[in-house]
């Protein structure tokens, strides 16, 4: 069994950084996907980072996601209010990461809160 365990999250002004982890305990063999979306109340939820063979990130220049052992940091500069949200860390048993859908991830963790004030 897996467990994906979120952490980092906070409360910053406008143009600041955050960093956020998310921990991974158990046997991560195979798990070649690990994402990161956010959801604002009432919206759905959004992919921001992708880390698998390489990196993506949903605002260009902002996001940066790496990996240290059973850990991805993703760094988070620039704040503005509008990235305000739950954020929630993600990963799939395959080589690569599906689609933007958050259907298509399998594991979950419990989210931590980002509050980005004007």
């Known amino acids: 069994q897996v467990l994906l365990v979120e952490s980092g999250g906070g409360s910053v002004q406008a143009g600041g950084s955050l960093r956020l982890s998310c921990t991974v305990f158990?046997?991560?063999?195979?798990?070649?996907?690990m994402a990161w979306f956010r959801q604002a109340p009432g919206k759905e939820r959004e992919r921001v980072a992708i880390?698998?063979?390489?990196?993506t990130t949903s605002v260009e220049g902002r996001f940066t996601i790496s990996k240290d052992n059973a850990k991805n940091t993703l760094q988070m500069n620039s704040l503005k209010p509008e990235d305000t949200g739950m954020y929630y860390c993600?990963?799939?048993?395959?080589?690569?990461?599906?689609?933007?859908?958050?259907?298509?991830?399998?594991?979950w963790g419990q989210g931590t809160q980002v509050t980005v004030s004007s």
């Open positions: 158990g046997d991560i063999s195979g798990m070649g996907c």
């Open positions: 880390l698998s063979d390489g990196t």
């Open positions: 993600a990963a799939v048993f395959a080589r690569l990461c599906p689609g933007p859908s958050w259907s298509e991830y399998t594991y």
